[in-house]
């Protein structure tokens, strides 16, 4: 069980825009920005498509973006395509530790 | 470019250690934090602990503290986690990772080793 909760499973129709949350705490998520966010094909490793909750690595879609309001962050996709369909995992700083969410499911459909 | 590269499957007992190395390149090995990150079969994405090769300092998750070990060789810019006392559980994919900037943008990640645990 994570201290970072996300939903198990999120669906959407292509074109559409999709959001899957990640709450934690007022002592970490709700007072730092060090959330990152990670999206993971099965059987391929994670790759960084949003960190400090709103920043985007280069080469990354502006389709995908990173927000937060109070003790959860979001990560949105819009314009869903086939190929979004992954696993997304948060990541926070909570004390030193840091700590991955569960991982949410997106299923395009 | 960047890239880190692992070693392979490893295949161990109960109560045995693993050591995973992780070798850098394209970048300089000194400037990044080096985290691990490990993922059992059909579960999601479990950090273990960081080390900074440029000082030699180490933090591990609690969970792992007495069984984790973190080390680096900057002359040959490698990095490796030793697991000893190795339980069924630890079966999983572990996977070296880069961290920029101290504030958890893990941006590249090694292949990944599985260790599998079985008597």
């Known amino acids: 069980q994570s201290a970072l909760t996300q939903p198990a499973s999120v669906s959407g129709s292509p074109g559409q825009s999709i959001t899957i949350s990640c709450t934690g705490a007022?002592?970490?998520?709700?007072?730092?920005?060090?959330v990152s966010w990670y999206q993971q094909y099965p059987g391929q490793t994670p790759k960084l498509i949003i960190y400090?909750?709103?920043k985007r690595p280069s080469g990354v879609s502006n389709r995908f973006s990173g927000s937060k309001s109070g003790n959860t962050a979001s990560l949105t996709i819009s314009g869903l395509q086939a190929d979004d369909e992954a696993d997304y995992y948060c990541c926070s700083l909570i004390n030193r530790d840091w700590v991955f969410g569960g991982g949410t499911m997106l299923t395009v459909l | 470019q960047v890239q880190l590269v692992q070693s392979g499957t490893e295949v161990k007992k109960p109560g045995a250690s693993v050591k995973v190395s992780c070798k850098a390149s394209?970048?300089?090995?000194?400037?990044?934090?080096i985290h691990w990150v490990r993922q059992a079969p059909g579960r999601g994405l479990e950090w273990m602990g960081w080390?900074?090769?440029?000082?030699?300092?180490?933090f591990h998750a609690e969970k792992f503290q007495a069984r984790v070990a973190m080390t680096g060789d900057t002359s040959i810019t490698t990095t490796y986690m030793e697991l000893t006392t190795l339980r069924s559980d630890d079966t999983a994919v572990y996977h070296c990772?880069?961290?920029?900037?101290?504030?958890?943008?893990?941006?590249?990640w090694g292949q990944g080793t599985l260790v599998t645990v079985s008597s």
């Open positions: 990772v880069r961290e920029v900037g101290h504030r958890g943008q893990f941006d590249y």
């Open positions: 394209g970048y300089t090995f000194i400037d990044n934090v």
């Open positions: 080390i900074d090769p440029k000082r030699g300092v180490t």
């Open positions: 007022s002592s970490d998520i709700g007072s730092h920005d060090l």
């Open positions: 400090e909750a709103f």
